[in-house]
């Protein structure tokens, strides 16, 4: 048998063990900043990266143009009608908007409450991403030179995302909605949401991805809820962190919660986690807390 | 100078598989392969050249990937590629040997690498799916795509490894 440790090895070895354990254990918790190595290291590869993801895209994105070709008469014809809608409704929301802050203003509300729902987009270039299961994560172009901040929601054309894990001063790593765990302490916060046109009748939470069906899980809905097979879930901005109306996905079932008395739905995600191209980071109002 | 250009290369590779792959990899095999280019590299380095070197490298870019990519912990990778290439050092260490046997160290290193990564989330109660699943859902792809891009890294990767071998030599002669 050939020795496989001496002492002095042997020494090393488990030293380098627990200091892994260690580094492990303390990356865990949320930290609200990032070291100056971890920023460096993040801002030059996430420089290097960005020369070579957009570029790629744009190759990518002409084969596929030229292959989806013949959708492009269909798909117009749907924005058109789309847009006929929008803007009869957009007069509607005009009028009601205008009588809400009438009503706001009559009400003497303080400022914060009036600012509670607004938020704003900003376009962030993805440009690098890792499938893996288990740490699936995105990096973004804009960091906390940009204004981002841990814990800030993120969208995609079809609806949320993620949230902002990590930020150094150039870029940032999105936290995807596939690493939601109930059973992880350090996970991201439950959603809280509801239903699109039951806005005041239908709540729940949102508060596991489960990776083997890839469905979300959403949780604690009450008895009584018209919550139904179909029907389109969106955030309902109650808790503040993630803001009010981000399209989360399809309900696919309700069926009884694991207590027995609330109900739980499963829900098809509207994002579809894959070629990523263009996010948005939703940068809402200042909170005092 | 061979060793610059083994580390830029590996650093190109890292590059590479973050931001092109994704784009080449059609739509429904994106989930199901992680793409570990910097690893397949890192298994000729400990067979053909010496599993210590591999160690440093894979604790270092290992750890690129997780500053990088920090979603929830540090060091998972850097432990994973580590440990793994000089596990797989200290078994297959052979500076001659042939293209099968090479190949069959690319399916069982990256098979160990991601059990190791498994087991680390497992431990740190990151993953609820039970490992015959993980083995069956994204494993036994991985392997299988790491296997092909050995075969296409085969050629250079060895040239550059039989180069750097001579530049040591002759640094020890001199």
Known sequence: MFKLFNNKRLFILLITLVSFIVLMGFSLGSRKSLTWPENFVRDTTGFVQNLFYKPAGYVAGLFQDIANLHDLAEENERLHLMVAQYTREKAQYNFIKAANERYMEELKFKKAQKELYDFELYIAQVISLTTEPSNNSIVLDLGSKDGIKPNMSVV???????????????TSTVKLMTMMDVNDPNSQPAISATVLNKEGQSFGMIEGFDTQSGMLQMNKIPVGDPIAVGDIVISSGVGGLYPRGLTIGEVKEVKIGQFGYTSTAIIDPAADFQDWKELFVVFTEERVE | MRRSVLVLLLFLLFILQGTILPWLMPDSWQMRI????????????????????????????????????????????SFAMGLSAYLIGLVFQIPRAPLPLMMTVVLLGSLLEDSILFAIYSVFNLTQVPYNWALLDH????????????????????????????????????
């Open chain 1, 156 to 170: 995609s054309t079809e609806g949320l995302v993620g949230v902002i894990s990590q930020v150094s001063n150039f």
């Open chain 2, 34 to 77: 992680i793409p570990n280019l910097v690893f397949i590299v890192l298994l000729f380095v400990t067979v053909y050249h010496h599993r210590h070197t591999a160690l440093v490298l894979g604790l270092a870019f290992g750890m690129l990937h997780d500053v990088v990519f920090y979603g929830r912990i540090l060091g998972a990778h």
């Open chain 2, 139 to 174: 494993m036994l792809p991985t392997m299988l795509f790491h296997f092909a891009m050995g075969l296409v890294l085969y050629i250079p990767v060895r040239r550059q490894l039989e180069l750097l071998k001579k530049e040591t030599r002759k640094e020890e002669n001199a």
